[in-house]
Structures are given as structure tokens and as C-alpha cells.
């Protein structure tokens, strides 16, 4: 299972980005898709949620700022992220969690898949 995440950059506080992340690979089902951030010098933390019933979870720092949203036909999830603030500077990582096919006796298994992770800075 492999996730690609894209869409950082550059913004100014005030303005607006949104991430996207592709899940690939082969697998029986995604149980959910999210955002995770890491500032430097600090930890990972988590920034969003979207489940496969469409059930929606924020960390209270991004709540009616960021939004998540998929197209499940595209195995994709994206982060519409809006009146970004310098404090939302870090690297963003998608992950992907879920349920891989058995082979013969062996049964399906979960996954729990990381993206390579995309800068966004956010200038004051």
C-alpha cells in the first residue's frame, strides 16, 4: 500500500491550500484516511480524520478551519485548508488505514500506511 501525498507550499496567514493524498496498492478496504502534521522540534500530531462511513474528526486546532473531504472513486482524500496561521507550519503526512486481502490459508491482515509527507509554510 503506498500513499502519495501533494499540494504544499507557500501561503500567507489568512490564505488557503489544500492537500490531496492517493492511496494505492493492493488492498480489500480503507477503514480510514487522515492528516498528521510535524512542526520542527516538536511531535506528530494529528490534523484530520475521514472514516469510510464519512464520519469527520478535527483536532480542535484546525476545527472550522480545515476540512477534510474524498472522492472515494479516486481512492483519494484531500485537506482544504483555510485562514491558515503561521502556527500551521509543518510537514503534512497522510495516512492510510485498512485491510488486506488473505492468500490461501493466510488471513488479511491491517494496514496502517504513511505518505512521504509535504511541507506547507504559512508566512506571518
Known amino acids: 500500500v503506498q500513499l502519495q501525498a501533494s499540494g504544499g507550499g507557500l501561503a500567507q496567514a489568512g490564505g488557503s491550500l489544500t492537500l490531496s493524498c492517493v492511496i494505492s496498492?493492493?488492498?480489500?478496504?480503507?477503514?480510514?484516511m487522515g492528516w498528521y502534521r510535524q512542526a520542527p522540534g516538536k511531535e506528530r500530531e494529528f490534523v484530520a480524520r475521514?472514516?469510510?462511513?464519512?464520519?469527520?474528526e478535527y483536532a480542535g486546532s484546525v476545527k472550522d478551519r480545515f476540512t477534510i473531504t474524498r472522492e472515494s472513486d479516486k481512492n483519494t482524500v484531500y485537506l482544504h485548508m483555510n485562514s491558515l496561521r503561521p502556527e500551521d507550519t509543518a510537514v503534512y503526512y497522510c495516512?492510510?488505514?485498512?485491510?488486506?486481502?488473505?492468500?490461501?490459508?493466510?488471513?488479511?491482515?491491517?494496514?496502517?500506511?504513511w505518505g512521504q509527507g509535504t511541507q506547507v509554510t504559512v508566512s506571518s
Open positions: 495516512n492510510g488505514v485498512g485491510f488486506l486481502h488473505g492468500k490461501g490459508w493466510s488471513p488479511g491482515r491491517n494496514f496502517n500506511s
Open positions: 496498492g493492493t488492498f480489500h478496504s480503507i477503514s480510514s
Open positions: 475521514i472514516s469510510a462511513t464519512g464520519d469527520h
